[in-house]
Nanobody, 125 residues
Framework: QVQLVESGGGLVQAGGSLRLSCAAS????????MGWFRQALGKEREFVAG????????GYADSVKGRFAISRDNAKNTVYLQMNSLKPEDTAVYYC??????????????????WGQGTQVTVSS
């Protein structure tokens, strides 16, 4: 089993930055594709960013492309999401997820096997 714990969320003004971390425990995630998703109040969960096991292949939702960056440190069993130029519409609970069987990242939530509890990001205008 893999436990994922997100951190780094908070309240930030529009235009600001935050860096989210997703720390894994229980077993190594070094071979797992990882994803970040978010869910705003009253909306469905949506894909934000994904990375393959090495970080050599990454993908982003159009809404965050050029502003967010996903990365990972397999030695630390941790995945990150750097969020810059934040907008009020980025306000949501952010979740990280691990895909134990995949070969690369995927934008559909159903492929991911392990999920964190989420961290709240609030962007004020």
């Amino acid at each position: 089993q893999v436990q994922l714990v997100e951190s780094g969320g908070g309240l930030v003004q529009a235009g600001g930055s935050l860096r989210l971390s997703c720390a894994a425990s229980g077993r190594t995630i070094s071979r797992y594709p990882m994803g970040w998703f978010r869910q705003a109040l009253g909306k469905e969960r949506e894909f934000v960013a994904g990375t393959n096991w090495s970080g050599g292949s990454t993908g982003y939702a159009d809404s965050v492309k050029g502003r967010f960056a996903i990365s990972r440190d397999n030695a630390k069993n941790t995945v990150y999401l750097q969020m810059n130029s934040l907008k009020p519409e980025d306000t949501a609970v952010y979740y990280c997820a691990a895909d134990r069987d995949g070969s690369s990242w995927f934008s559909r939530s159903y492929v991911y096997d392990y999920w964190g509890q989420g961290t709240q990001v609030t962007v004020s205008s």
